[in-house]
């Protein structure tokens, strides 16, 4: 049995992938700053502030995926927070390197998360592709550096694969749950001025993308995982009013307004562009969820 170590398995996309990944017959340990959590997987203690790991974690892992980082869309991003979702990404990356570094038996692939925003906080009509240069704002940055950071392994012989990934619908949490409210109360609108673009990708589809890079040795570098139904703030948001049964005319929430709650963090809301989903799809991956209406009924089912 092949297996498979999940940093910051914890979170959204972790649980629903180590879910997965079980029932495909894969044995899987998550790696947590905390040992008291609520799973059925094994876990491993690490904290990679301090540059402490479990050895045993990754001596036992045929595939290393690392998905764990402080969350982008949780708080403002003061300059605090903000090292702290750089530093939170990289020191895990070193740490996991180096443990990697030490031992004999190497992972067969290393699959780091990192996320469109490696293309910049911009409104364009311009798609974006995998070779497409990062863009200079704390986002791209940010994900310039994460996977810099995963690119390490590469060079060690370790194949590396980096999923860069759109805005993740789950039925369980993460921006859908918090778009779905005002939606529910019947007052769901578009921000901004509904505009941009914004990537998206259902949980299903993200993981099975997962899975896809552990089981095809030819997938390495970096591969856009979002939908190829490409959709406007206002469309989406009109689509997630239509999925729950709910009105959708009040008027667009003003971009000042969002501004003043969330400060820059409010970039991630109010712009965004296209990103191209070929890639992936001519590595040979079929969307199960390739329409947006379609994920939206079968999460909010
Ligand atoms: N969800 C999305 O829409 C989306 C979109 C694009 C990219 N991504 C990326 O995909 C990855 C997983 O996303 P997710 O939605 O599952 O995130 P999540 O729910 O916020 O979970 C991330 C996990 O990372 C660990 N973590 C949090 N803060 C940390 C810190 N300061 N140092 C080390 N570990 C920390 C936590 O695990 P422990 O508390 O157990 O240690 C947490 O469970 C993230 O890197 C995220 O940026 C997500």
């Given at each position: 049995?092949?297996?498979?170590?999940?940093?910051?398995?914890?979170?959204?996309?972790?649980?629903?992938?180590?879910?997965?990944?079980?029932?495909?017959?894969?044995?899987?340990?998550l790696?947590?700053?905390?040992?008291?959590?609520?799973?059925?997987?094994?876990?491993y203690?690490?904290?990679?502030?301090?540059?402490?790991?479990?050895?045993a974690?990754?001596?036992?892992?045929?595939?290393?995926?690392?998905?764990?980082?402080?969350?982008?869309?949780?708080r403002?991003?003061?300059?605090?927070?903000?090292?702290?979702?750089?530093?939170?990404?990289?020191?895990?990356?070193?740490?996991?390197?180096?443990?990697?570094?030490?031992?004999?038996?190497?992972?067969?692939?290393?699959?780091?998360?990192?996320?469109?925003?490696?293309?910049?906080?911009?409104?364009?009509?311009?798609?974006?592709?995998?070779?497409?240069l990062?863009?200079?704002?704390?986002?791209?940055?940010?994900?310039?550096?994460?996977?810099?950071?995963?690119?390490?392994?590469?060079?060690?012989?370790?194949?590396?694969?980096?999923?860069?990934?759109?805005?993740?619908?789950?039925?369980?949490?993460?921006?859908?749950?918090?778009?779905?409210?005002?939606?529910?109360?019947?007052?769901?609108?578009?921000?901004?001025?509904?505009?941009?673009?914004?990537?998206?990708?259902?949980?299903?589809?993200?993981?099975?993308?997962?899975?896809?890079?552990?089981?095809?040795?030819?997938?390495?570098?970096?591969?856009?995982?979002?939908?190829?139904?490409?959709?406007?703030?206002?469309e989406f948001?009109e689509?997630?009013?239509?999925?729950?049964?709910?009105?959708?005319?009040?008027?667009?929430?003003?971009?000042?307004?969002?501004?003043?709650?969330?400060?820059?963090?409010?970039?991630?809301?109010?712009?965004?562009?296209?990103?191209?989903?070929?890639?992936?799809?001519?590595?040979?991956?079929?969307?199960?969820?390739?329409?947006?209406?379609?994920?939206?009924?079968?999460?909010?089912?």
């Amino acid at each position: 049995m092949e297996s498979v170590l999940i940093s910051g398995g914890t979170g959204l996309i972790g649980r629903y992938l180590a879910a997965r990944l079980k029932e495909k017959g894969y044995k899987v340990a998550l790696l947590s700053r905390d040992l008291k959590q609520e799973t059925d997987f094994q876990v491993y203690h690490w904290d990679p502030a301090k540059s402490k790991i479990d050895p045993a974690a990754v001596s036992d892992a045929d595939y290393i995926i690392h998905l764990a980082g402080a969350n982008i869309g949780e708080r403002r991003w003061t300059r605090e927070r903000r090292k702290l979702i750089l530093d939170s990404r990289l020191k895990s990356g070193d740490i996991l390197l180096s443990s990697v570094s030490g031992n004999i038996r190497k992972p067969r692939a290393f699959i780091s998360a990192s996320a469109v925003g490696y293309y910049g906080a911009v409104t364009s009509d311009k798609i974006f592709y995998e070779e497409d240069l990062p863009s200079g704002d704390f986002l791209g940055e940010t994900c310039r550096k994460w996977e810099q950071s995963a690119d390490r392994f590469e060079e060690i012989g370790i194949r590396t694969i980096k999923i860069r990934t759109g805005v993740v619908l789950s039925s369980h949490g993460g921006a859908l749950a918090k778009m779905a409210i005002p939606v529910k109360m019947g007052v769901g609108s578009a921000m901004g001025n509904g505009k941009q673009y914004m990537p998206w990708i259902h949980i299903e589809d993200l993981c099975n993308i997962y899975i896809m890079a552990i089981e095809d040795v030819k997938m390495r570098g970096a591969y856009n995982a979002a939908a190829p139904d490409r959709r406007t703030n206002k469309e989406f948001t009109e689509s997630l009013a239509h999925a729950l049964g709910k009105p959708f005319w009040f008027p667009n929430i003003p971009a000042f307004a969002l501004r003043m709650l969330f400060g820059e963090m409010s970039d991630i809301l109010l712009k965004g562009s296209r990103v191209s989903s070929g890639k992936i799809i001519s590595a040979g991956y079929s969307f199960k969820f390739p329409d947006l209406g379609n994920a939206l009924n079968d999460l909010f089912r």
